[in-house]
T-cell receptor
Framework: AQSVAQPEDQVNVAEGNPLTVKCTYSVSGNPYLFWYVQYPNRGLQFLLKYITGDNLVKGSYGFEAEFNKSQTSFHLKKPSALVSDSALYFCAVRGLNSGYALNFGKGTSLLVTP | KAGVTQTPRYLIKTRGQQVTLSCSPISGHRSVSWYQQTPGQGLQFLFEYFSETQRNKGNFPGRFSGRQFSNSRSEMNVSTLELGDSALYLC????????????FGPGTRLTVT
């Protein structure tokens, strides 16, 4: 089955420092990978996706992610964190069957301190 | 373009009752997916509808069902509610030129007492 794992429940970073939120994947075939962010009491917001092409994917709000096939990873990164980036981040992979359904990781809570 | 809307936003039901949640996708999107979010289980896929047909289904009991109408609006129904059904139910739509990207609504917070 297509799955992703987020090894960290929480990531703490100081404002202005680079941030990384980790994600590894396990798939059959080529992976379709996604990052979403959830703010308190809100639905999920799409950040970026990797389907094919360049391994470095740029997304919304200055976020980017690097697809690494040899390490089966898709880590989310941002060069300079903002306090407003504090939220819950989900990595996801498209399911094996046809359609757009996603399998999500358990989420990583990002806390950016001033 | 209006986003995904879900109604109601909050709901309190009693064990044994049934509930219907509604989702209106982004105009032009033909796919609607439903997810359940709980602190313990995280985000779990319930089912996906595309052009009024269920295309995918997650591992949930038959008490959970859904349907999609010709205008792509979707409803999900949970019968014989259990305490464990308390969750945030999220609807997401996909389609148009941004294939594979899912756009989520704000969710319906269901509390079962």
């Amino acid at each position: 089955a297509q799955s992703v794992a987020q090894p960290e429940d929480q990531v703490n970073v100081a404002e202005g420092n680079p941030l990384t939120v980790k994600c590894t994947y396990s798939v059959s075939g080529n992976p379709y990978l996604f990052w979403y962010v959830q703010y308190p009491n809100r639905g999920l917001q799409f950040l970026l996706k990797y389907i094919t092409g360049d391994n470095l994917v740029k997304g919304s709000y200055g976020f980017e992610a690097e697809f690494n096939k040899s390490q089966t990873s898709f880590h989310l990164k941002k060069p300079s964190a903002l306090v407003s980036d504090s939220a819950l981040y989900f990595c996801a992979v498209r399911g094996l069957n046809s359609g757009y359904a996603l399998n999500f990781g358990k989420g990583t809570s990002l806390l950016v301190t001033p | 373009k209006a986003g995904v809307t879900q109604t109601p936003r909050y709901l309190i039901k009693t064990r044994g009752q049934q509930v219907t949640l509604s989702c209106s996708p982004i105009s032009g999107h033909r796919s609607v997916s439903w997810y359940q979010q709980t602190p313990g289980q995280g985000l779990q896929f319930l089912f996906e509808y595309f052009s009024e047909t269920q295309r995918n289904k997650g591992n949930f009991p038959g008490r959970f069902s859904g349907r999609q109408f010709s205008n792509s609006r979707s409803e999900m129904n949970v019968s014989t509610l259990e305490l464990g059904d308390s969750a945030l139910y999220l609807c997401a739509s996909s389609g148009g030129t941004q294939a594979y990207e899912q756009y989520f609504g704000p969710g319906t917070r269901l509390t079962v007492t």
